[in-house]
């Protein structure tokens, strides 16, 4: 699927209805397992469509909004306040293609504190707590994702990364936390790498998927 057809979906949907009503993958009260906020309690809500095409992505069900069913923000906000979280992630897909101000408004309205992750490649529209910025190769970022950035997470599947990781590591706050976080699929090649770099270069930590290990979504 092209990176033609997910825009020509998302531009589809009324930019009304996108405000009221969202196209999500999946949402689940778990732990999240990487970055900043590891072994946190947290809401995730997937919200579908990405045009950014990882070669790794390992939500590649994600990409294709129009597969998945749009979902009410009020919806939403009941699916959290039943199992009485109080943190929310939202996740994608790429969640900034969509204006989420409308979401991230009902849900400050519930005292939920919010975090995004994202590739940066799509202003933000809504208000969130904490931005955790992945960059990718594939899609550029706007400049802005810079300064909103309370995390920078890149993460290494090719030793190229990490003279790539610094270059982005220049241009976020000097607040922002640096994290390093190998390609699942290629841990075992990395992680030494990412080991022993970060003992170089302090100013980084390591995240890894803990929820994978833990065996939950
Ligand atoms: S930005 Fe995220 S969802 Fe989109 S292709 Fe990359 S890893 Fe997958």
């Given at each position: 699927m092209g990176a033609f057809f997910v825009i020509f979906v998302v531009m589809a949907m009324s930019k009304e209805r996108l405000k009221e009503e969202l196209p999500i993958m999946e949402f689940f009260y778990t732990i999240q397992g990487e970055g900043y906020h590891s072994g946190r309690a947290a809401f995730f809500i997937r919200i579908a469509g990405c045009d950014v095409g990882c070669a790794w992505c390992d939500v590649k069900e994600s990409w294709d909004a129009g597969a998945h069913e749009l979902k009410s923000i009020s919806y939403l906000i009941e699916q959290v306040k039943n199992v009485n979280a109080s943190f929310c992630v939202i996740t994608g897909g790429e969640p900034c293609m969509y204006d989420l101000s409308t979401l991230t408004a009902a849900l400050k309205n519930e005292n939920i504190e919010l975090a995004i992750e994202t590739s940066g490649c799509y202003e933000l529209k809504g208000k969130i707590d904490w931005y955790c910025f992945s960059p990718k190769k594939f899609k550029k970022p706007v400049e802005n994702a810079y300064s909103?950035?309370?995390?920078?997470?890149?993460?290494?599947?090719?030793?190229?990364?990490?003279?790539?990781?610094?270059?982005?590591?220049?241009?976020?706050n000097s607040t922002c936390k640096l994290y390093l976080q190998t390609e699942w699929s290629k841990q075992e090649r990395f992680l030494p790498l990412i080991i022993e770099y970060v003992k170089n270069n302090p100013k980084w930590k390591i995240s890894t998927q803990t929820h994978k290990h833990m065996n939950i979504p």
């Open positions: 909103l950035a309370d995390e920078l997470k890149v993460i290494i599947s090719h030793p190229s990364d990490f003279e790539w990781a610094e270059s982005h590591a220049k241009k976020v």
